[in-house]
Every structure is written in C-alpha cells, then in structure tokens.
T-cell receptor, first 111, second 110 residues
Framework: DSGVTQTPKHLITATGQRVTLRCSPR?????VYWYQQSLDQGLQFLIQ???????AKGNILERFSAQQFPDLHSELNLSSLELGDSALYFC??????????FGPGTRLTVL | EDQVTQSPEALRLQEGESSSLNCSYT??????LFWYRQDPGKGPEFLFT???AGEEKEKERLKATLTKKESFLHITAPKPEDSATYLC???????????FGPGTRLSVLP
C-alpha cells in the first residue's frame, strides 16, 4: 500500500460526458502528479501540482483540467469524453520532485 | 528535452536464468533515476532511486546500477513472481520533469 488513494476504481461513461477523478496523496506529500496509461502504452505525464499550484504540464488535452485543493487532495476533470480517452489514470505523490508513490489507478471506460 | 529509452521491449526468461534490463537516458542535469515495477492493471511500485554514476542498490534478486548515460537492472535467478513490466524514470535538477521510459515487459517461465 503506497498511501496514495484514488477514487473511483472503475468508471464507465458515454462519449461526450464529463467525469471527475479524485486523488488523496500520502500524508506529508505536497506534490501530486497525474498520468494516463492507455492499453499497452507507457505512462504519459499529464500535469503536476505542488502545494496547490500548477508546477508542470505534460501532454494534457484542453478538454482535461486538474486542481489541487488546500487539503492537498487533487481532482482531474475530463470533459467531452471520446472513445480514445479510455485508459488507466494514475495519481502519484512525492515530497518535492523526488521519488513518486503511485495510487492504484482509476480505470475509465468510455462507450 | 529529457528522454528515456528501455531495452529490450520484452524479455522471456526461464526460472533461474539471470539477465539485465537497460535504461538509457538523456537529461539536463540528473536529479535522480528511478526504477519501478508495474503489474498489469496496478500502479507502479517503487523499487530504487539512484543519484550518481557508480551508485548501486540491491533488493532481493534485483540490483540496479547507474552510469552517466544508462542504468541497468540486473535480475539474478529470477522467479515467476518477478514477471512484470519494469519502468525506468528520470528527474532533472529542476524537479519539474519526471520522464518515464516505455518499460520492459519481463516474463519468467517456471
């Protein structure tokens, strides 16, 4: 158990819809990272937050957005969903740019 | 631009057959190189952090080494439960770039 929690574990929705994925980092970790992993693909970095502020952006689509709240939990919002957005979405946390601890992931299926 | 490549893409070993996985990287100032293990459908599990050339870390049947351009993950006498995808990642000195390689999918046959 890494100490990072993600909800929900599974999410099934339809094209065009909007969903919110939630992540709670390990106690004491200020940085939160979001990754997308499609079937048989590598981890694609989406975005990083540090203590409530956006720190780095990867290949995140404009339809996707994220935020980190004062209690340090983070949410990833995915809108206007397409079939190709079906993937595992992982959240990771770290103290500050060091090794990351990953959550169990949210499996999103867009039908 | 920071880059990480891993080879081979996939590796099948017999139980007890030792081998090595390679991670080659280019980074503008290495802050750390990280190895993770990922089982299907699960989040990556942290294995090692290496910070400077010449450093080595060991854990059970795994040993990670680091040079200025690459890292190796040596697997000694592997068991079927070592079957997983092994991911390598680098962080640069600015702490803003954390780049993962594509991984090596390891299968250990009994």
């Amino acid at each position: 158990d890494s100490g990072v929690t993600q909800t929900p574990k599974h999410l099934i929705t339809a094209t065009g819809q909007r969903v919110t994925l939630r992540c709670s980092p390990r106690s004491g970790d200020l940085s939160v990272y979001w990754y997308q992993q499609s079937l048989d693909q590598g981890l694609q970095f989406l975005i990083q937050y540090y203590n409530g502020e956006e720190r780095a952006k990867g290949n995140i689509l404009e339809r996707f957005s994220a935020q980190q709240f004062p209690d340090l939990h983070s949410e990833l919002n995915l809108s206007s969903l397409e079939l190709g957005d079906s993937a595992l979405y992982f959240c990771a946390s770290s103290v500050s740019g060091g090794r990351q601890f990953f959550g169990p992931g949210t499996r999103l299926t867009v039908l | 631009e920071d880059q990480v490549t891993q080879s081979p893409e996939a590796l099948r070993l017999q139980e007890g057959e030792s081998s090595s996985l390679n991670c080659s990287y280019t980074v503008s100032g290495l802050r750390g190189l990280f190895w993770y293990r990922q089982d299907p459908g699960k989040g990556p599990e942290f294995l090692f952090t290496l910070y400077s050339a010449g450093e080595e870390k060991e854990k059970e049947r795994l040993k990670a080494t680091l040079t200025k351009k690459e890292s190796f993950l040596h697997i000694t006498a592997p068991k079927p439960e070592d079957s997983a995808t092994y991911l390598c990642a680098v962080a640069d000195n600015y702490g803003q770039n954390f780049v993962f390689g594509p991984g090596t999918r390891l299968s250990v046959l009994p």
